[in-house]
């Protein structure tokens, strides 16, 4: 079965059979073939969120995000339980929101910590393109958790041959991580 194509025209009664192999899947040994079980598993929950919590596979992608040795599954990971968070969070009140919203910021503290070096030194040894592409992944966490990059604002700060869109994002982010500590450091 080709795990890569799961969710195109899957009907309800295939659903049951998809569970099996993306739970190897999950637990396999190669990298590649986690990434790709990931993948599917993510498919299947937009088609069918039940089976996936049945199956236990929110636990097991939060485990490839805490251990995975594979920094690409790690991130996949981490993207795919944003997007899980901020559509089940739609229908919370605002009280329970920003609960949610400061639960989830200190569960995925670890990961934050973990992926946020790798970002940070690819930000700054690849072209413009790649580093605007990282930029906007980095812009994303900094505004999820600002205070774990307070320390790393050097890495924010503009030089002059950059483009404007890359120093635009980046005075964004520079002015997401001041605080009472480095705003002096910044500002000179």
Partial sequence: MDLFRVGVGVGANL???????????LKDNNG????????????????SAATCVDADFPSMLKSLMLHDSILQIVYLALQEIWSLEASSSRRLPRREKRCLASRNILSLEPVYERIKAPLLTLVSSGSQEQ??????????????????????????????????????????????????????????
């Fill in 131 to 188: 580093s605007y592409a990282l930029l906007n992944h980095l812009h994303l966490l900094v505004m999820r958790a600002s205070m774990l990059f307070s320390s790393d604002y050097k890495h924010f700060y503009c030089q002059y041959n950059e483009p404007s869109y890359v120093k635009k994002l980046k005075l964004d982010m520079l002015t997401a991580v001041a605080n009472e500590n480095n705003t002096y450091e910044i500002g000179q």
């Fill in 32 to 47: 590649y073939v986690r990434m790709v079980a990931a993948i599917g598993a993510f498919k299947l929950y937009h088609i």
């Fill in 15 to 25: 659903v049951e059979y998809l569970v099996g192999p993306l739970g190897l899947g």
